[in-house]
């Protein structure tokens, strides 16, 4: 993958390429970016920059990967680009090593993943997933753990981890000498889902063999052990813009525009989110909410209990589209109840919003956002859908109860 194949991020490639080429690099890169943002694809074209192996007509192969900064007045060599002189902007994507980076089956990039147990008393290891893994990476560079788990689970309420034996297998690999290229390189996917077995790999972390790179990916820093978050380099991978997302629905989903507008406004700068959205672009969520609202305000119990049968009967995907666009509402309320406007509204969404005013202040929706984050979370979690949202129903009636002076149309 190369950094051309990447949606937006130009400062965070710039500040990738500018720390190689002046060896600024740390041994170890912490990656931080919340779900959707590319964080993924940036360490895999950042991994196939690195390997990139043409070489300059004099055959010399660069400065080492980790030194001391060069003069601010030097020229930069970057490593075996054609003529030494300018660092290149990209990859050549079409060497050797190119190659086997973008087929993730380049010897010298190891990669680290959680895992599951399909069978009593086995100990996975990534290596064990790795056909899979390179699957995932071709058909969702840009999902999360969640895909990934369904992906490779062998039973429900699987859940990922990044073990011990995978943490002794890290270190084994990384002791061998590079086949390829000069250097070595682990991309490890969320460290997140590595208990205190992560310890194992301080050492190795602090004190590398020459020339390896430790690339750690996480979607929450405070859930990833301290003591290997102190030894890392942060890079903070910003959430995309929403022109940005726009643009590579239309481009490379061939998305319609005005459905590519849309979800992109709804999709909080995730474009894992914004696929998933277009999927089910013709879903009437507006709808569904209305209907959920008036059950909670207006109809009662009955109206209630059937609107939750009907919800738990999709699927976890879908139900987490009806919570994030009934967060995107609430957003939209707040800006027009402090701004006068609703930039990210859409169509009858305005009205709508105006309508959430009447029945919520803003402490009650952002109450009633939080609500839905949490109910978000365990769904991931394969929360019993029906008991989710019955409790859900009964939070929001409570939450709102003060205020049932509009009812839904």
Known sequence: MKFEDIIGQSEVKEQLKELFNHNRLSH????LGKEGNGALPLALAFAQYIVCTPKPPEGGLGPSLFGEPEPATSNPVRPGHPGGQQP??????????????????HPDIHFSYPTVTKK???KPIATDFIVEWREF????????????????KAKENSQGKITAEECNDIIRKLSLKSFESEYKILIMWMPEEMDKEGNKLLKIIEEPPPNTLFILITENEELVLPTIV?????????????KEIEEALISRNKTEVTIARQVARVSEGNYREALQLVQHAEEDWQALLREWL???????PVAQTKWVEEIS?????????????????LEQAIHLRTTGDAPGAFGTEKDFAERLNKIAGIEQQQAIIE???RASYYIERNAHGKMLFHALTIKLYHIIQDKIVFLME
């Open 120 to 122: 009593a008393g086995e």
């Open 137 to 152: 990476v071709k058909l969702n560079p840009y999902g999360n753990l969640f895909d990934w788990i369904e992906m490779i």
């Open 313 to 329: 009967r999709m699927g976890r995907e879908k139900q987490k589209q009806f919570l994030r666009y009934f967060n995107h509402l």
């Open 230 to 242: 102190s030894r890392c380099q942060l890079i903070k991978i910003p959430a995309l813009e929403t």
């Open 28 to 31: 170890a890169l912490l990656f």
């Open 294 to 300: 008036n059950a909670i305000l207006k109809t009662g």
């Open 88 to 105: 290149a902007a990209d990859s050549c994507g079409t060497c050797p090593a190119c190659i086997k980076a973008q087929q993730l089956i």
């Open 371 to 373: 609500e839905l984050d």
